[in-house]
């Protein structure tokens, strides 16, 4: 059986968990049955000046082509190029991930005449209207929606009115084993004296850490949350806006929150914390809880899109109804003050995300996708 040349093809290559997935895919994909190309609609010079997965891709020979897509002007122009680079590929099927990359690499796809086309939708995204309208409109381009949740395939069918036939649910997946932190970055828990509550990921609206901030003086400074502080890693448009909230807090509360930045080792420092905060407003499948799961944690989310499908049997106590502040105080204060019901949770996050949610599972799921809509 000759090999299946498959396009892959993504918005950007920056830090995030849709970007994170995408290159374990792709570096996974099975080199016997695929031959793997990488499209990127952002430019090379833009990965060249921020953390990136694009050595991730290179260190295993992927050839990687960037579209210097940048904005609408430049749309035409990068779906005309990527439908060339397609038939230069001669590519046999093509999947994408997020909505930009979905959107222009359907249609260059059925331009240069794909055999099979698949999006993969990461997010159930309820905050752009307009994204789920184009969606729609394009959606007879498309074989197949590999949505990361149940959640995120019921509100694909729902908003969209995608058929069921359409719709395969294929989860993230993280490696059960803890990365190493990186030995020249400072510890920024060393001699800390206070036990630690961390959040991870993208400071904007959409992550919910404005209206989790704003009530800090009742669940921070509570008395069962005495000896612990709040820790925020990583970058955003929000972080100015966040900052102003923490500032207006009573001082005793905004001592003990910190924003630490991105930090390439967040996932090596998961383990240091006692408890997991996840306030998102939606979401698709976060990488992120996956990866404070496997790092055996507590974790406390809102009922965020794949949320509940991460935890299992364990949720309840573990998630609440966003912008329901007296249901998130009741659950902190539960966990919190607890010693033995947060071991028994973080235990039994591990033990579910290492059953059920490995790289090699994700990436064979995609594998027999692929190779069952494609005819040899």
């Known amino acids: 059986m000759s090999r299946i040349n498959a396009a892959l093809c993504i918005t950007e290559l920056a830090v995030g ?6 290159a374990e895919l ?5 080199p016997v049955r695929f031959a793997p190309v990488v499209y990127v609609l952002r430019g090379e010079k833009y990965h060249s000046g921020n953390p990136s997965f694009l050595p991730k891709l290179r260190e295993k020979g992927i050839p990687v082509f960037f579209l210097d897509v940048d904005g609408p002007c430049s749309f035409a122009r990068g779906t005309a190029r990527l439908a060339r680079l397609l038939k230069e590929q001669r590519a046999d099927v093509f999947l994408s991930f997020m909505f930009h990359a979905n959107l222009l690499g359907r249609l260059a796809a059925r ?5 099979r086309v698949f999006s993969g939708i990461r997010v159930a995204d309820r905050e752009h209207r307009l994204h789920i309208l184009a969606d729609r409109l394009t959606s007879r381009l498309v074989d197949r929606y590999l949505c990361v949740s149940r959640s995120t395939a019921d509100f694909l069918a729902r908003a969209e009115k995608i058929p069921a036939e359409k719709i395969a649910v294929i989860p993230n997946g993280v490696s059960p084993d803890a990365p190493p932190r990186a030995a020249d970055l400072p510890d920024p828990f060393a001699d800390s004296g206070t036990k630690q509550i961390l959040f991870v990921g993208r400071l904007a609206w959409q992550k919910g850490l404005d209206w989790l901030l704003s009530l800090a003086d009742r669940w921070l ?24 909230i923490v500032a207006r807090l009573a001082p005793d ?6 924003f630490l930045g991105w930090r390439p080792d967040a996932a090596a420092l998961l383990p240091r914390a006692g408890l997991f905060l996840f306030p998102s407003r939606y979401e698709g499948m976060p990488n992120v809880l996956l990866e404070a ?8 989310s809102s009922r965020c899109d794949g949320a ?4 299992g049997e364990t949720a309840p106590p573990q998630t609440f109804a966003f912008g329901d502040g007296e249901e998130f105080l009741a659950k902190f204060k539960s966990l919190i003050s607890s010693d033995e019901k947060r071991a028994a949770l973080g235990a039994a996050n591990r033990a579910r995300v290492r059953k059920e949610f490995s790289v090699d599972q994700m990436i064979a799921r995609y594998e027999a996708e692929l190779l069952f809509e494609t005819s040899f």
């Not at 968990?17 to 995408?22: I, L, M, Q, T």
């Not at 509360?253 to 910190?258: E, G, L, N, P, V």
């Not at 799961?293 to 406390?300: D, E, K, N, R, V």
């Open 17 to 22: 968990g849709a970007e994170k997935a995408f």
């Open 253 to 258: 509360t905004a001592r003990r929150i910190a």
């Open 26 to 30: 792709a570096t996974g994909l099975d």
């Open 221 to 244: 400074a509570s008395p069962e949350a005495d000896g612990w502080s709040f820790t925020i890693i990583g970058e955003g448009p929000q972080k100015k806006k966040l900052e102003k």
């Open 111 to 115: 331009r240069a005449g794909v055999r």
């Open 308 to 311: 509940e499908e991460i935890l």
């Open 293 to 300: 799961a496997a790092a055996g944690l507590p974790i406390l």
